[in-house]
């Protein structure tokens, strides 16, 4: 399950990423998906606090 649950989370940032994008693409600003991604995904692990391994 917690698998399951991880993998949606991923799915749903890159879902906003990619909407994300179309607005500045939109807007005529410059960016990448991928960048928004990697944005999106270090505030929520922010939000969620660090991780110990």
Known sequence: MPALII??????LWRV???CFGRAER???PAD????FD??????AALA?????
Do not use: R
């Not at 993998?7 to 749903?12: D, H, I, K, S």
């Not at 944005?39 to 929520?44: D, E, S, V």
């Not at 606090?49 to 391994?53: F, Q, Y």
């Open 7 to 12: 993998g949606e989370t991923l799915a749903a």
């Open 17 to 19: 990423a990619w909407q």
């Open 49 to 53: 606090g660090a991780v110990s391994e």
């Open 33 to 36: 998906p991928v960048e928004l």
């Open 27 to 29: 807007a005529g600003e």
């Open 39 to 44: 944005a999106a995904l270090a505030n929520l």
